[in-house]
């Protein structure tokens, strides 16, 4: 039985994904070059919507957004941006998801990467998370290091480590 374990989990903080998008909405609707325009930002559930008269305003409430999430500690590695579409009077919708957990396909890869490092932890998909855990605390922080070192399209996090 291994003594020590943490749990690599992709988790968006629903509140601060809340707070930037509130904050972007706000700055859309005072800014200048927005004014006048059908620019908006909402979110609903998991999903973010920007609508804009056109390719530039799109653009534009994008990096808004972007800004916002970065400041709040909102990872943009989870945002998956959608092919802006043709709305109603003219305008262009985008819908942004927003993605929790590690989809199994992706947790296989990083439990065959931890394998290839040849370190003695046990690894065990749950849900979408990934536990790992060990007799030896220097073996999980060598697990964490390999995990932040690798090129991952989506955020990851440690928690639980016990």
Same mark, same amino acid.
């Given at each position: &039985?291994?003594?020590?374990?943490? %749990?690599?989990?992709?988790?968006?903080?629903?509140?601060?994904?809340?707070?930037?998008?509130?904050?972007?909405?706000?700055?859309?609707?005072?800014?200048?070059?927005?004014?006048?325009?059908?620019?908006?930002?909402?979110?609903?559930?998991? /999903?973010?919507?920007?609508?804009? /008269? %056109?390719?530039?305003?799109?653009?534009?409430?994008?990096?808004?957004?972007?800004?916002?999430?970065?400041?709040?500690?909102?990872?943009?590695?989870?945002?998956?941006?959608?092919?802006?579409?043709?709305?109603?009077?003219?305008?262009?919708?985008?819908?942004?998801?927003?993605?929790?957990?590690?989809?199994? %396909?992706?947790?296989?890869?990083?439990?065959?990467?931890?394998?290839?490092?040849?370190?003695?932890?046990?690894?065990?998909?749950?849900?979408?998370?990934?536990?790992?855990?060990?007799?030896?605390? /220097? %073996?999980?922080?060598?697990? &964490?290091?390999?995990?932040?070192? &690798?090129?991952?399209?989506?955020?990851?996090?440690?928690?639980?480590?016990?």
């Amino acid at each position: &039985m291994s003594d020590f374990s943490f %749990d690599i989990v992709s988790k968006v903080e629903k509140q601060a994904l809340e707070d930037a998008v509130n904050q972007a909405a706000r700055e859309v609707a005072t800014r200048f070059d927005l004014k006048n325009s059908k620019s908006s930002i909402e979110q609903t559930g998991a /999903d973010i919507t920007i609508v804009a /008269d %056109d390719e530039m305003k799109l653009k534009n409430v994008v990096d808004i957004l972007q800004t916002k999430c970065v400041k709040r500690g909102v990872s943009l590695k989870s945002l998956r941006f959608e092919k802006p579409e043709a709305a109603s009077g003219g305008t262009l919708r985008q819908v942004i998801k927003v993605e929790q957990g590690i989809p199994t %396909d992706k947790a296989k890869k990083l439990v065959q990467s931890i394998k290839e490092s040849k370190l003695k932890v046990s690894t065990q998909i749950q849900d979408e998370q990934l536990r790992v855990s060990s007799k030896s605390k /220097d %073996d999980l922080q060598k697990v &964490m290091a390999l995990i932040k070192s &690798m090129e991952l399209d989506y955020p990851v996090q440690f928690v639980n480590y016990r």
